[in-house]
């Protein structure tokens, strides 16, 4: 497991002074590159120390970079947690695990899935620690049922600005634990958290796969299965156009029984079978990710995936990008971004055909798009699911083309009331941020307070408005 959006191995670290090295991050998306200081510090004292009285102007926490823009970079200072990586207590019987916030939920899986729990939801890929999990209140392909990973968190301890340790949760502290949760480390560092696991019968999802010939027909189908499966998810084609337009792979499961898997399985339900992930070795030329290469792919995807049923492990289900290490170099050195839209369920067909309409008029592919169903909005200020539906577009980086693309979205996204994700975000400006979150101001106000010199911030969150520009 390693941060593979820090900088590139022809790009040595210059070190600059104790546990902290001068290096060019990113996010996972590669775009934007942003020279920073980076500090590698485990001990709680030396975290203080590096706060209150070090000559840092300003610093934002960084887990393992899974974020796709500039939410965990900042020039001034990035004060990686995975150094910070305990697992500190399982209680076997209630599920609940306390541990540190640069524990990553690969590492949470190994430990607890064998005593057949699993986390209570995931995003799609397991290289995220559970700072970043809580940071961008992350969710997963069963939020429709069971809400997001800060819905989870049983409680947090929170390093703030001034050096104090801050235990927060939905009874105390309750208004920080919210602003935290969701908050993209902007109120400090979560340096533990106790999560609530959810009991498994197995490492194994019941799926049912189908293919639907247009958005109409996913929309349905989505309808149709919400209730009766715990997990969604749909691939779409979003270069196919016409009445095949948003035509889809949706795959539907709920957690297997026992008594579903094969005699070899139901000896060892909790245990994953073992595979071997290939790797991107280098950067691939830019135009290895033409609308041809896409279009093809696309096309091969949903021919390829006709109506049935099967069993699918964890990592196959959950993970199936994880299976291909580095798979951000296919996007070559300019990188790509990605542009997460939610919208209101009662327009959200509308909405995303609009999308859809425009990304095909566009001639800039997307690689197949995720579509997921969501359930209502937690209290969490800067959260980002409401109840709606979610599609998920990853672009090439191609300037000015990019840039004045995913501003036209942003229009449909003001135009039906949606807004984007913050984790995955690295294009959107001020006015149109605080447009799509109503509580920016309580969650200003709530920064000011805990941070009156700003000493945390990112270049996200000078972007979008959250903070002041420097
Ligand atoms: C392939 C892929 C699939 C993904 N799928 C999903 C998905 O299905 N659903 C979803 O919700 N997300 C998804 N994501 C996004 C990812 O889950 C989030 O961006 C997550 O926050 C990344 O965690 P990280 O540890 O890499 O944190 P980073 O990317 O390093 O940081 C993310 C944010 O967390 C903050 N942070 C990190 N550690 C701490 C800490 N200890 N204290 C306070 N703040 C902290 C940072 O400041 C930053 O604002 C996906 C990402 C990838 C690459």
Redesign the pocket.
Known sequence: MNDSSAASPDDPPEISSANAVNSTLS??GNYPKVNCTVHFQRQVDALRNLLVEGDVMSS?????????GD??VNQDGVLV?TP?NRLLALDEKTGCLTCE??V?LEEVIQCVLPKGWFLPT????K???????????????NHHRDGTWGQHVKRLSLMVADGTIMECSAHQNSDVFWA?VGG???T????EATIQLMRVPSAYVEVTQRRASNMFEAFDLFLETDEQYKYSVAWIDCLSSRNKLGRSVLLSGNDAEVTSLKPKQAKSPWKLPAKRAKSVPFEFPGLAMNQLAIRAFNGLYYRKHGNRQMLMDFDSYFYP??SINHW?RIYGKRGFVQYQALFPRDCSREAMVKLLQIISKSGQASFLA?LKSSGPANPGMLS?LFDGHTL?LDFPFRGEKTIRLCHQLDQIMLEFGGRV????DALIGADTFAAMYPRLDEFKQLKHRLDPLTKFR?C?SDRVGITEPR
Do not use: C, E
């Open positions: 996010g996972w934002i926490p960084r887990g393992l970079g899974r974020s796709y939410s965990s947690q910070r916030a640069g990553s995931t995003p799609g890929t290289f995220v620690t559970i700072g970043g999990a809580i940071a961008a209140d992350v969710h997963g392909k935290t993209m480390g902007l400090g560092i979560v340096l990008l994880d951000n995720v980002y998920a994700y913050l984790a995955k990112s996200q």
